[in-house]
């Protein structure tokens, strides 16, 4: 066996093995795989094979789309079958909710590329007999779709691997990993590897390998089942009907998958009552086995799947497969570079390996090459998570995922599994005064405050929220409001070289002492890759508030960036640091009846900022509000956030002061078209065409991050604007996703929306081809299978020339 290695993949599932070889494609040819046992030993063995392009996110749609495509690669290239029958697909709904919720899949389809039309449920029973038409009121056709060998598709991968050059050393386990100054120390049952690079593609036993470093990953391994039948002769008439095999399928409602497998069907179900395996560790010596079935536990189902697919109520059971594999707490894979662990690489927690893995090698594999994965990865990135995403969280979050695998989610939905969590010191004050919460990042924040006994009727279109959230939204614009924004991201940068720091990784002119910017922070690519407030508050302290969801994200690029001197230091406040905000043209004389010192507009300006008793409480008070207001964000301890809020509260008692929620929030900067990171600003946009050119300082000395490719991308002007619509919206607001139609065609897609209740308007937001950006007529967005008219929207509907703000 080699005893050095650039990179060592441990584990060879469909993951581990797909890595290894886009690494091997990409030029990393001194590349290492080791299994403990045989190729596929994982829960690639018994996987059902089924393979699709649709999912809820679209950045993961497109890596699956990649995946289905890469397959006739890898099998010519390898000579090894991959068994891949692309027989397409139909997907089922049996309420008017889950049409809905197709429709909005189908219109997703069309700016992504991939086929999907909205079909009858007659039309449905044409493409496959087996189903009853009566259960359902529609379905959407899918092209891309069916299934394949899931043992063929590994070898296919391992072996092109190694005819690129790659090696794998199967039987061989990993039992530790040292960190060593020039690498990793790889300790296995045949001795000793060193390598630069270590990818933890263990899948059932990638918690096992994440604990060698010590590192908890979110990983938690559910039993799942499939019942394969004899041959069935309706299967043989649908054959022969159809001319093809019969079609795959997904029984939403029923909660099912099914597809021919030989002469007779395969039907699975993520049932109710999902089980983990081995929640705390997974047994090494587990091998090629599966689990005892437990037909009672799918039973209620299979009841519905016998009713929907009546051939199955006289077809014989052949098998019932039982076996684990691997979720994170929402369903998506963590992959990616860790924080502190340099060279260590996460590929694990896909639980769809088989529409998933080649898109997960390849973003890996560019990572690792490039030094960036070359698409937007978020949604699928290991520092997603943060310390909140203990075991037992894990659990929760998992089994709930699990249950919930077919369900719809609302856009108005949150779900219930492991919260409250993380509370901040006012939550039970909100919570008298009726906040309804959402968790993000697992701390808990208001997004509405509704009267007793009301709360979210989940629907898609406008709910029991709307006329309070409106409410909420016009307190602010006609005198003010208050809301919780612990839930931001807050870092402080100290230390003797902080501001010459900061100079090269952020793109915008550092502030003076006391004054605050807007921060754009760009990759060596010049695209996005953050966008914060940053604030100066002595000549080498700074404070910078960003979104909070990218904490441990934005952490560990600033981590990676650190000077090895000791110079500088980044802290993360988490919640050890919250928030409060005040908006509206009242909001100064809130302000003044509690501050030590002159906040009048002349002493404390527009992104002025500066430390302050409010009250008896020390604070630090910075003049700039999301809403676009006349507004301040106030930061304080948490031991001081009852005070603070509840002496807010008294003092803008006489101004009808109201607490707001994120929903009004949200309708606020919608009219102000302000961007969000995640939504409008992400890592494969420019700042240009994002709109945030004007922040980017070409012109300072410090050659920051990203300068020469930003400079290009200004001189070349980029392919897509971010521009701001009013929608003829009638009942339902786009929330994000949704395809954007200028001229009869589909030329872009909506980042977010809603409805701006103090503009009363519905708005749209999203990215369109720069040649049409300037166009005023002909667009169109859809939404709920309508095409609303659009128009562009050159100016904020609220406060054009800022004047609010800087009042
Ligand atoms: C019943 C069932 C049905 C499924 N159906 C589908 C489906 O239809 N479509 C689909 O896409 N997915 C399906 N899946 C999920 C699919 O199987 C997984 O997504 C996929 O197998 C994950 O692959 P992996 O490589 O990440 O993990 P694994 O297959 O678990 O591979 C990990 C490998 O790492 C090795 N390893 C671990 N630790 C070490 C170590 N320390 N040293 C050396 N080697 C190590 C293991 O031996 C193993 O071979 C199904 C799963 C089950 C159980």
Known sequence: MKTHAKVVVIGGGVVGCSVLYHLAKGGWKDALLLER????????????????????????????????????????????????????????????????????????????????????????????????PSYFVGAVKTVVDGHLDPSGVTHAYAKSARKLGASIETHCKVEALERRPDGWLVRTDKGDVIAEHVVN????????????????????????????????????????????????????????????????????????????????????????????????????????????????????????INGPFTFAPDGNPLIGPVKGLPGFWCACGVMAGFSQGGGVGLALANWMIERDPGFDVFAMDVARFGDFATLAYTSAKVQENYARRFSIRFPNEELPAARPLKTTPIYDLLAGMGAQFGAAHGLEAALWYAPEGVSDRFSWRRSSDFDHVGAEARAVRDSVGVIEI??????????????????????????????????PMLKADGRLIGDFTLARLAEEEFFIAGSGIAEDYHMRWFDQHLPG???????????????????????????????????????????????MDLGMAPALVGRVSFTGDLGYEIWMKPEYQRYIFTELMAAGAEFGIRPFGLRALNALRLEKNFGGWAREYRPVYTPYEADLGRFVALGKDADFIGKAAAADHKAEGGKMRLRAFVVQAKDADVIGDEPIWHDGAVVGWVTSGGYAHASQRSVAIGYVPRELAETDDGWQIELLGDRLAASLQRQPLFDANGSRMRA
């Open 565 to 611: 001197d000791g110079s500088v230091s980044v802290m993360a406040h988490g919640a050890g640091l919250v928030g409060l905000s005040i908006a509206g043209p009242n909001a100064r004389r809130v302000l003044a009846k509690l501050a030590d010192r002159d906040v009048s507009a002349q002493a404390f300006k527009f992104m002025d900022i500066a430390r």
């Open 486 to 519: 612990s839930g931001f991201a807050k870092y402080s940068v100290t230390g003797a070289g902080a501001a010459a720091w900061l100079d090269r990784m952020l793109a915008c002119r550092i502030p003076a002492r006391g004054r605050m910017a807007l921060a």
């Open 37 to 132: 046992s045989e190729l596929t030993s994982g829960s690639t063995w018994h996987a059902a094979g089924g393979m699709h392009t649709i999912n809820g996110d679209p950045n993961v749609a497109k890596l699956q789309q990649y995946t289905i495509d890469l397959y006739k690669e890898i099998e010519d290239l390898s000579g090894q079958a991959t068994g891949v029958h692309l027989t397409g697909g139909v997907m089922l709904a049996a309420t008017q909710e889950r049409l809905d919720w197709m429709k909005g899949i189908v219109a997703k389809g069309r700016y992504l590329g991939i086929e999907a039309d909205l079909i009858s449920p007659e039309e449905a029973h044409d493409i496959m007999p087996l189903l009853d």
């Open 201 to 320: 593609a263990g899948g059932l036993w990638a918690r096992e390998v994440g604990r060698m470093v010590g590192l908890e990953l979110p990983v938690l391994a559910m039993e799942h089942m499939y019942l394969i039948t004899e041959d069935m002769p309706e299967v043989a008439e649908a054959n022969a009907m159809t001319g093809g095999e019969v079609i795959h399928a997904i029984d939403f409602d029923g909660e099912l998958y099914l597809r021919q497998e030989r002469g007779g069907m395969l039907m699975g179900t993520y049932e109710k009552a999902g089980k983990p395996w081995s929640p705390r560790t997974t047994p090494w010596e587990f091998g090629h086995e599966l689990l005892q079935p437990d037909i009672d536990r799918i039973a209620p189902s299979l009841e519905v799947g016998f009713e929907h697919f009546p051939a199955f109520q006289t077809a014989g059971i052949k098998q019932i």
